[in-house]
């Protein structure tokens, strides 16, 4: 093959793009304790980095058309590095908040949907399967090691040297990149910044109400919070909830505001009119779903591993290392059963595994963790996943037609993100809640002194905060509890967080449920082909 060095470059940005988003989960415990933060402080950040490509990734595929590919690949891989460099020296998460989650989060919607747009423009025949494939492969390593490096690094030396060598790498990719064609003709189309400023806000809206509902309740108000002096509870429900509708009904007015814009003849920021299409819709959906559930193992797995376990990053990282093989290697098993099967019985497949391996998962969520049971969770979570991101590409690219599959692609990225943001924020939402019932409801049915009791009930009404179960009798003895008492109060904690686990882990399983209704419109195999054929039929 021709030119490896320009796949080199762009599988070296893939690389950084996927390695970054499993480097925090596995650190957080030393994240939290390096920054003085709290594990809802961290959840936060992860839920708002993918929010952020989730917002914005359909405004970044349009400024690609406008500036060119290799320009918009440029000035997003500059934007990430300093986004990179920023996260690296933070001396607090509020620093780290925008470094990650807001400007490596903008930079990457520019260099995602450019390296597809590159790999076409600068390969032909046989030489562009292969680059493809390569940075597929580039993929499947940066989720397969992602964990592993992150754990070696923030075990053995720092964290921070993560984010500092994806600096190193992005400068690189800048400077190599003259190298790479861009072919593909600017296109003159105006933005519609109304659309874009309605389905990001949109977007934040629903994903920051489901995020808060655990500070300030899902409906009835838990925690009211003040805004200028003022307590905001509107009409006595919980701002979450308002906030969860104030952002559906904006995203109603964005859709609506795409329809309008195509009646009067001008470039939507999305085609609404492809949702028809039932086998995109239901490919995008359980996309989403896919997503939504792998963060969502990804942020809770590594706070129990840490926070109930005491487990380092390192070995948090080897935890998580079989479901990482197993993605990768039923990625490739799920694309040579398509010769088999049809696509909506792989996905279904796939589906069910999940909810079994979810099961599986809740059954070794153990004070001592069955390590073995815990292990095959893992791999058939990956297995599963591997089976489901080894159709749902396809699925949607096959949707429609031949020039729609740039926008199709946007979708996919927004689906992704939008789905990882909503399994981190709805996902840890449920963990932390459910430890907050579970441990209020434990201090009351224990034999502390009522008077203890009664100190820890007043110290914990507005929720309880996740740290390591080893921290919580050196915590409770500060609080002037007597040894005895603290050590009482940690059993009692860190039951309360295996039980949180539970409620968690059954959360997962009833949003691989739901995803099953979503997978009824998959397509059979043979409709795939019959859309292909009538494309060159009608070509």
Not at 66 to 84: D, E, K, P, T
Not at 238 to 265: C, D, H, K, T
Request: glycine share 10%; aromatic share 8%; hydrophobic share 55%.
């Amino acid at each position: 093959m021709k030119r490896w060095n320009v796949v080199i470059v762009l599988g070296s940005a893939q690389f950084v793009m996927v390695l970054d988003g499993t480097v925090m989960n596995v650190s957080i415990s030393t994240v939290v304790d390096d920054l003085d933060t709290t594990v809802a402080a961290m959840q936060g950040a992860i839920t708002f980095y993918t929010l952020t490509m989730a917002a914005f990734m359909l405004l970044g595929a349009k400024l690609g058309d406008v500036w060119g590919r290799r320009r918009a690949f440029v000035i997003g891989s500059c934007v990430y590095a300093v986004g990179s460099l920023v996260t690296a020296v933070s001396p607090n998460v509020q620093t780290l908040f925008l470094g990650w989650s807001v400007i490596e989060g903008l930079g990457a919607v520019l260099v995602i949907p450019a390296i597809a747009a590159l790999v076409a423009d600068n390969y032909q025949g046989r030489e562009r399967v292969t680059a493809f494939a390569v940075i597929g492969a580039v993929s499947g390593a940066a989720v397969a090691a992602g964990p592993l490096i992150g754990g070696f690094v923030t075990t053995y030396f720092d964290w921070r040297y993560v984010f500092a060598a994806e600096v190193v790498i992005m400068v690189g990719v800048v400077l190599c990149a003259r190298i790479i064609t861009d072919a593909t003709e600017r296109v003159r189309i105006r933005i519609d910044l109304l659309s874009v400023a309605l389905s990001s806000a949109g977007l934040v809206a629903v994903v920051f109400g489901m995020l808060q509902s655990k500070v300030w309740g899902w409906i009835v108000p838990l925690r009211i919070p003040v805004i200028g002096g003022v307590p905001v509870a509107p009409l006595g429900i919980s701002l979450a909830a308002w906030l969860i509708v104030v952002g559906v009904l904006l995203v109603a007015l964005f859709i609506a505001r795409q329809r309008m814009l195509v009646r009067v003849g001008r470039q939507p920021l999305v085609t609404v009119e492809m949702f028809r299409i039932s086998s995109l819709r239901s490919g995008l959906s359980v996309l989403g779903a896919q997503y939504a559930v792998t963060a969502g193992l990804f942020f809770m797995v590594p706070v129990y591993l840490q926070m109930t376990l005491g487990l380092d990053a390192l070995q948090t990282g080897i935890r998580i290392f079989p479901l990482s093989v197993a993605l990768v290697l039923f990625s490739i098993v799920g694309t040579a059963l398509t010769k088999r099967m049809s696509p909506r019985t792989i996905v279904r497949i796939g589906q069910l595994l999940l909810v079994f391996s979810a099961l599986v998962l809740l059954g070794s969520a153990t004070s001592d963790l069955r390590s073995g049971l815990f292990a095959v969770g893992m791999f058939l979570s990956g297995a599963a996943l591997g089976l489901l991101a080894s159709q749902l590409g396809n699925v949607n690219m096959s949707s429609v037609s031949a020039k729609e599959t740039s926008e199709v692609g946007g979708l996919q990225g927004v689906f992704q993100n939008l789905g990882s943001s909503l399994g981190t924020a709805l996902i840890g939402s449920i963990l932390i809640g459910a430890l907050s019932t579970s441990f209020a409801s434990g201090v009351a049915a224990s034999d502390l002194s009522a008077t203890t009791r009664a100190s820890v009930a007043a110290s914990t009404e507005h929720g309880v905060t996740i740290v390591p179960a080893s921290a919580v009798p050196a915590i409770a003895e500060e609080a002037g509890l007597s040894a005895d008492d603290a050590e009482a109060l940690a059993e009692i904690y860190r039951e309360s967080q295996l039980s949180s686990l539970r409620v968690a882990f059954f959360g997962l399983i009833v949003i691989s449920l739901l995803a099953l209704f979503f997978s009824r419109g998959i397509p059979q195999e043979i409709e795939v082909r019959r859309r292909r054929e009538d494309r060159v039929v009608d070509g």
